[in-house]
């Protein structure tokens, strides 16, 4: 089994239990309602993403199924989050290469000084095999 991760920082979980290779890394966009101001702007800062009050930072659930305090919608769902993204509900910040996501209500603007994203290619420790060394050599080359 292998796993594709995008995180700002390596979690435990692939410290300890799993071997992985960073395949790339890249930057943040904020995907905002076609219709808002800031979706004409060419690029956004954090403080200006956080300080939109019109549009706050949709929630999703913790471990635990309850969420975090917050004006933003409660989501449980990406079709759910980009329904609301599109009814110009809220608006989010993810990885540059999630573009494709985008739905024709949507902008994406870049997010300058958002943290880097690193996309992981994660395996468990105990899956190592000449198959498994091939496939990550590969997909580290391209």
Excluded: C, K, N
Excluded at 7 to 31: N, P
Excluded at 103 to 115: K, R, S, Y
């Amino acid at each position: 089994m292998m796993t594709l991760v995008s995180a700002r920082r390596r979690a435990y979980w692939t410290v300890r239990l799993f071997d992985s290779a960073d395949l790339y890394t890249e930057g943040q966009i904020a995907v905002l309602p076609a219709d808002h101001p800031l979706a004409m702007r060419a690029e956004l800062t954090l403080a200006e993403v956080t300080a939109v009050h019109d549009l706050p930072v949709a929630r999703w659930p913790r471990r635990d199924g309850t969420y975090p305090e917050g004006p933003g919608p409660e989501v449980r769902t990406q079709s759910q989050l980009a329904q609301l993204v599109a009814l110009g509900r809220t608006l989010l910040v993810i990885p540059a290469s999630s573009r494709s996501w985008q739905w024709p209500e949507h902008v994406a603007v870049p997010v300058v000084d958002a943290p880097a994203i690193t996309t992981v290619l994660a395996w468990p420790r105990t899956g190592y095999s000449p198959a498994v060394a091939a496939l990550v050599r590969s997909a580290v080359a391209v």
